[in-house]
Each structure stands twice: as structure tokens, then as C-alpha cells.
């Protein structure tokens, strides 16, 4: 069973920041691309970030490019999404995701995704 177990939210001051994990479980995890998403209070779903084993890491949001990053943890099954210089608009329930079917190639065609993480931006 294919499974994505996302964690590390919670509230976090304007500027701050936080770092998300990706547990997974069920396939393969060092073959394939894992991305994070998310969808904020009465917002559409935005496509963040996607690390790939072999072809790096691939942005789909400017408004996080030089404030948050992607690595990934073969050996833990574990992907983390580090957050800094947050802001109010950040506020969001966040997602990783994976499409087994592309393998290490990124996309934002998610075929699974784990139940989210949520994270509060405040002052």
C-alpha cells in the first residue's frame, strides 16, 4: 500500500521557520520523484517543489523559490520540505505526493498524496 505521511506543521511567527517531512512507505522510494503541494484556506491546490533521484530538484512556484528547498533522505524513505522567511500567505495544509507511474521524473500529476501537514502563519 502506497503511502505518503506528511508532518511537521503547526504555527510559526511571520519570518520564521519550519521543517516538513515525508514519510513513505509502499514502493520503491529511492526510484522515484516525490513533490510537495498544498492548498491554502479558500485557495486553489499550488504546486511547490519536486526532488527527482537523479534529476535534481525542479521549482513550480516562484513565490517560494529562495525561501524553501527540497532534499530527500534515501535511506530514511523520507523527503523534507524546509521553509524559511515565512510569510502569512504561506499559511496552508501541505502535501507530498508522488506519481508512480513517471518514476524519477517530476510532475506535478500526482497520483497519490498522504493526508497533509497544516501550517499557520502569524504574528
Known amino acids: 500500500e502506497v503511502q505518503l505521511q506528511a508532518s511537521g506543521g503547526g504555527s510559526v511567527r511571520p519570518g520564521g521557520s519550519l521543517r516538513l517531512s515525508c514519510a513513505v512507505s509502499g514502493f520503491a522510494f529511492d526510484d522515484f520523484a516525490i513533490g510537495w503541494f498544498r492548498q491554502g484556506p479558500g485557495k486553489e491546490r499550488e504546486d511547490l517543489l519536486c526532488?527527482?533521484?537523479?534529476?535534481?530538484?525542479?521549482y513550480y512556484s516562484d513565490s517560494v523559490k529562495g525561501r524553501f528547498t527540497i532534499s530527500r533522505d534515501d535511506a530514511k524513505n523520507t523527503v523534507y520540505l524546509q521553509m524559511n522567511n515565512v510569510d502569512v500567505e504561506d499559511t496552508a495544509v501541505y502535501y507530498c505526493?508522488?506519481?508512480?507511474?513517471?518514476?524519477?521524473?517530476?510532475?506535478?500529476?500526482?497520483?497519490?498524496w498522504g493526508q497533509g501537514t497544516l501550517v499557520t502563519v502569524s504574528s
Open positions: 505526493a508522488v506519481r508512480l507511474a513517471l518514476r524519477k521524473i517530476c510532475t506535478t500529476r500526482y497520483e497519490y
Open positions: 526532488t527527482s533521484p537523479t534529476l535534481g530538484n525542479t
